[in-house]
């Protein structure tokens, strides 16, 4: 086994462990705490990738930026201590069978997929195709997409700051 396969290895399982670490988890600061290693862990295979700007992006923007704004928000309410009740057994059965039936479907359609390789080699960076593409709405379009992502993540904030300032 080749460094690259085992570095992979260590950050799917690092991203995995630390994912349902901050879903299981019943204390709010540390939840916080396992996404920013799930994070990080991202980042790191983003690196393994060589796709160096997006792992830069996702440790500035949602490592660096999105979960220090969360932990900065759970430390301004002063809910620190805060520890969450377990929940009903029907919402932990209800949850797991909904992740087993996603994780069946995501897997049943990357098993169906016909992964053929690309005999075609990639065309050179063009910074202006890439500011076309990024200022774009249309077919290869990223502003749309931008624009959601920022919704969900001010969807997030609140979310958090709604948790946090939760009264018993």
Do not use: C, W
């Amino acid at each position: 086994m080749g460094a690259n396969v085992f570095m992979f290895y260590l950050f799917s399982a690092t991203m995995l462990l630390f994912a349902v670490l901050a879903v299981t988890s019943r204390r709010i600061l540390r939840a916080a705490v396992f996404l920013l290693f799930a994070l990080v862990a991202t980042s790191g295979l983003y690196f393994l990738l060589q796709y160096q700007f997006l792992a830069g992006v996702q440790l500035a923007l949602y490592a660096g930026g999105i979960v220090v704004m969360i932990i900065f928000s759970i430390l301004l309410t002063h809910h620190i201590s805060h520890k969450f009740e377990l929940p009903p057994l029907l919402k932990v059965f209800s949850g797991f069978s909904a992740a087993s039936l996603g994780a069946l479907i995501t897997l049943m359609a990357i098993l169906k997929y016909p992964f053929k390789p690309v005999t075609t080699s990639p065309a050179g960076p063009d910074m202006r195709v890439i500011g076309i593409q990024l200022m774009g709405t249309g077919k290869n379009g990223y502003a749309l997409p931008f624009e959601v992502i920022s919704i969900l993540l001010l969807a997030a904030m609140i979310g958090a700051i709604v948790i946090a300032k939760k009264k018993n």
